[in-house]
Structures are given as C-alpha cells and as structure tokens.
DNA sequence: CTGTTAGCGCCTTCAT
DNA sequence: ATGAAGGCGCTAACAG
C-alpha cells in the first residue's frame, strides 16, 4: 500500500505547497477560499496514499497534545477500571487520547508521575490523589495544567474535583446498622489521611454519636482499601474477647477479605456477623450472603470529571473551580441481621 | 518556584552552549570530555530551575516516543484491568509511558485505535484484539510499528502473542464435569471468532467427543463475554423442557449473569445445576456457591507480553516472533455436583 | 486563492 | 572540551 509520511511528500505529489494542504486538511479550505477542485484533490491524495498528520508534530507546533493524564491509585480494582473506562471513551469522543498511571496508591510513585505528565506535555490531568498532601498537585496546576481531581478531593486546596459524598454514604450505611440494632459496630477503613477514607470515617462516627452510641476508637482500624487489609483486620476483631456483631468495609475489596476471614472461622454472614461494604460491584448480589452496600455513580464520575476538564482546558467557564459531590445509594440485601435489643 | 522550561534558557542561564548541556543531561559528559566541574554545574542549575526536557519535542526529533498503545476490548472487566496494571507498571519502569484504549470490543473501533496510535508515533502496541478479522493489526505491523498480541490470538498471521492456552482450560473444565457424571452440559460463548472464545468452545467439544457424549449444537450459546449475554443463555436454558445439569461459562461476566438468572428462577448452584466460570477472580471463592474456574495467569501475560514488545523495539531478537501460551489451572471448589449415573 | 518561511524544543553532525 | 547550525513535521504569520 502507498503511504506517505509528511505534509511535504504528499505537497510535492499533489504540486501543491505544503501550507494549501495543510489548510485544506485541517478544515479551513474555505475560510481560504481554496477551491472546490483543489480541496477534493487534496482528500482524495491523502487518502489514497493514507496520509494524516504527525501528532508529535503537531503537539509540539501548536504546544497542545489532545492527551489527558490519568492517574489511578490501582487500575485492577474494578470501581477504578470502570471509571478509566468512562473517562476514556469520553475523552475519545472528543478527540484526546489517554496516557494511564497506576500510582499503586503510593505517594512518591504520584509525585513522579505528574513530573512525568507534565513532560509529556498532556493538556490537563484526572487524578485520583493518593494522599494527604497535596503539593505535588496543585504545583502542576500552577505550571498551568489543568488538574481535575475525582474520588478523592484534596483538602485546604481549591482544586476542582468531582466525588462520591462519602459521609453520607457512611452515615447511611451506619445508621442501618444502628435501626437494626446494632450497637457495636467495627469500622475498617483504608488509608487513613485520604479525603474519601477519612469522611467515610466521620460519617460512621457521627451516625453513632447522633444515635448516643459511643465511639471506640480500637473499633477504628485499618491500613489500605486492599483485600488483605480487610482479611487481617477481621481477623483481629474475632480474636477479641467479645467481637462486634456488625463490620463495615470502606471498600469492595476490604469486604472480600473480611469475607474470607469470616469463612476461614467457620462464621455466616449475617447470623454471626453482618456487614456491609462500601462500593456496589457485579457480584455484590450473588455472594454468599447478598451483600448491602453503598453505591458510587461510576460513570457520572467519569464523565464530570472528564467534561469539567474539557470546560477548563477550553476555558469555558474562566474561574469556576467545579467542586461536585454525587449522591451515593444504599442498596439493601442480606448482610445486615435485625437485633433484639 | 524558579523555573525554566527549554534547554535554550538553561543553556544561557549557564553560560554554556545548547549542546553541552544537551549533552550532560543524556548522560554523554564522558564520552565528550566535559569537566566535572561543568557537568556538575548543569546538572544542579537543571535541578535547581526544575527543568528535564519536553518528551514532545525529543519524541519528534528522535522518532521515538517512549509511548505504547494499549488496546484493550473493556478496561472495567478486572481480568483486563489487572493485565493492564502490570503491563503499566512493566512500562514505567522501562521508561515507557502508556496510550489506554478501550476498543468496546468493537472492530471498527480498534481499528481507528490503531491508526490512532500510528498517527501518536508510538513505539509498540500490545492488543488484545477484539476481531476475527485481522488485517488491520497485520497492516499497522507492517508500517514498522512492533504489534503484541495478548489473550487472544490472530489466526493466519504471524503476529507474536501470548495467551492462556484456552483449549487445555476448556478440556480440563468440561472433563471436570464429565467426570461427576454431567452428560448434558451448556456452553455459554462469548464472541464467537474470537480466538481465545473458539479454542474455549473447541476444548469444550473434544473433550465430549473424547468421551464419546454426543455434542449438541443449540447447547452451544451466547453472543458477547457480558453480563447480560450471560443472563439472557441463562433463561434460554432454563426455558428449555429438559434443562442441562451443567453451565460452562466462558467468562467471569457470564457466569455472574448466569447466576442472576438461576437465582432469579429460585434455582440452586449445585443441586439445581453445576457451573464452571472461565477466568478466576477475587470474588469467586465466596460466590452464594464458592465457584470452581479456570484461571489464567494474567501478571504473567502483562509481563511477558511488554517484556516481548520491548525485544522487538531494540531488536535483540532480531526475527524472532514470540508465541507464548500459558497454563491455565482448574481452581475446585463446590459449583459442581456429582452426578448419579 | 496560494506560497515562503520562521520556529515549536530537541539532538547531533560538523567544525574548531 | 565546546559551539553553531540544521532539521525532525507541522502550523500560521506574512507576503503576495
């Protein structure tokens, strides 16, 4: 198959110069009042010879790149693949291309990787942020990248960003658990510090102060939103003298290895144990014991995210820092047991 | 923060030529004779103004980009989602960056991926290709641009891939349940063409053949590697007069669709009807009925696809075309039952 | 209506 | 041991 790899060859074949094509090609053939004739010539040259510009070329000419960096703090965790996907389709839609970082949740890994992005001269950044603090990210947004954040926010920082509201979603979970009966309730967290851990946390902890239920704070445990951190937790609270009689997992994956946990000691959910995980995914229903959880718009996060990115690259809205929290559902199943008082 | 975005600034800033700096920061101050006192002073004055150089424009002028296209058929299924994660992972730490693509497992759609991909300049591609048809992939190879194929493979092309071996999963599943005594066993397919589907479904058939049970063609179903496809075979069987006492389902997304249909009509997993999920994941040992599956390495196929990639692009295999397949393992839990013959 | 040319930031050949 | 300058492919300002 004939190909071509510059404007030049295909302006040389054509016996054009080089800028009527370009002109042509990139849709202002008109506005130059180049002819009908000339123009078709132009596709049709171009096609034939399966001709369409250089993107590094042209990133580096017009210093815009059509790429958006992503930065996931774990990409195999399918509540984070299912918003890449959204975010992706979304961004293709639109002309960009996707670059993916997986910051494995690690904060050094993150730093480096927005170095990186802003090497690569991306036109603005997604990120779900690993940490605490933040400086790393809003320097990159002073170098003049537009940064989104999603998941997570960053506080005492204006970034834009776009989440779940996780207080209410841990308010309504533990407030089930109280109408239930429940009284001491243990709380699983995962990394402590992150905006979406720390407000689940809250949630859970004022749910049972409005319910004048004290809080433990040896009931408070965890390191990290992984399956293993849940297995080793849960395991921690059946070694306890008197164990809770109710867990709440702040994610799919904590809830999994509880699961395990629990099997591995021969306890049902929710005879012995009920719980209730923070995250609906596609198996929540089928599990041993249909699972209650708390439900995050997925895709609406996704795609704010990516459109309010796409508003501050075009500067659409000139100042407007979008800060926007999605209603989160409960969704009743069978993992909650009713308690005599 | 004091910064400096080009080598020109840099350069004047020191007092130095473009080159000698240029040279410096690649590491060739040796090999060019350039005193330590100067490389010194580069290398600090870069660190100090934050500067390392525009990805952009070295990619044009070196015609490589440290980029890899990723094209992956659904991103939010975790079975890629894993894959993707080491195979980004593998990449950064070799320096690449990576292109995410989610073709929706639709044809025409990868194939305007890969031209995409051609038009970013990168430097390889691994695909995990949605079609029977392949000449796309064979086209974008033959432009110089090096092609891995994973989980799946292309038929009549020379593409090098790796992939589970699908056959000896589906065999090893199908004679699992011949040998509890199943006669009368459903397939539910994903795409059909697909490689990694076929030699599942070809598996599936001899190991019948083997066993001299006669293989029935409507027991072989389905349409796409969904959740719904496998809900909606799911109710088709159970519509059946005389339902199949075994599901094989071709993947993690079926059978969780198989599941919502049997539990739907109150049937129970194993009693009512045995089932085998292709593709282990982290939720299948705590299904309603822990689920016995097929699983497949996928670190392993991220691993070794990127590190193949990267031998094509510095050629230290010159010719050689890696054709990788991997073992799968039959996990046994209690989704199948023993049959009385 | 079309063409010439500068320059985006970088690396490298050639020159000294 | 260091520098000057060309050119990667593209777009747009300027010039007809």
Redesign the interface.
Request: charge should be positive; include cysteine.
């Given at each position: 198959?004939k190909?071509v790899n510059n404007i030049k060859e295909l302006a040389s074949i054509l016996n054009l110069s080089i800028s009527t094509v370009s002109r042509v090609l990139n849709g202002k053939g008109k506005s130059f009042r180049i002819s009908e004739a000339t123009s078709k010539k132009v596709f049709d040259t171009a096609k034939e010879y399966n001709y369409?510009?250089?993107?590094?070329?042209r990133?580096?000419k017009l210093e815009k790149?059509d790429?958006i960096g992503?930065i996931i703090p774990?990409?195999?965790?399918?509540y984070?693949?299912?918003i890449?996907?959204t975010i992706?389709?979304e961004a293709?839609k639109n002309g960009y291309?996707?670059?993916?970082?997986?910051s494995?949740d690690d904060e050094n890994t993150e730093a480096e990787l927005l170095?990186?992005l802003a090497?690569?001269?991306v036109d603005g950044i997604i990120i779900a942020p690993t940490g605490k603090s933040s400086n790393h990210v809003t320097?990159i947004q002073e170098?003049g990248i537009p940064v989104m954040v999603i998941d997570r926010y960053l506080p005492d920082t204006n970034l834009p960003f776009v989440t779940t509201d996780n207080y209410l979603g841990a308010l309504l979970a533990t407030e089930h658990f109280i109408a239930l009966g429940h009284r001491n309730i243990a709380c699983i967290q995962g990394i402590n510090g992150v905006s979406a851990n720390n407000e689940r946390v809250k949630g859970y902890r004022d749910a049972l102060q409005k319910h004048r239920i004290p809080v433990s704070e040896t009931m408070i445990m965890g390191t990290d939103f992984g399956?293993e951190n849940g297995y080793l937790q849960t395991r921690k609270l059946l070694a306890l003298p008197e164990h809770p009689t109710a867990i709440f997992a702040l994610s799919n994956?904590i809830s999994?290895g509880s699961?395990?946990a629990l099997?591995e000691a021969g306890l049902t959910i929710p005879d012995d144990i009920s719980i209730i995980s923070f995250d609906e995914?596609?198996?929540s229903?089928?599990?041993?014991c249909?699972m209650t959880t708390v439900e995050q718009p997925r895709e609406e996060i996704g795609r704010l995210a990516f459109g309010a990115l796409l508003n501050i690259i075009d500067k659409v809205l000139p100042e407007k820092t979008d800060k926007i929290m999605l209603q989160p559902r409960l969704i009743l199943r069978e993992s909650v047991k009713k308690i005599l008082k």
């Open positions: 198959m190909s369409s510009p250089n993107r590094v070329a990133g580096l790149t790429t992503l774990d990409i195999a965790n399918p984070f693949g299912s890449a996907k992706e389709v293709r291309s996707i670059i993916l970082c997986d494995l170095q990186l090497k690569r001269k320097e170098q399956e994956l999994l699961i395990r099997k995914q596609a198996w229903a089928f599990l041993t249909p």
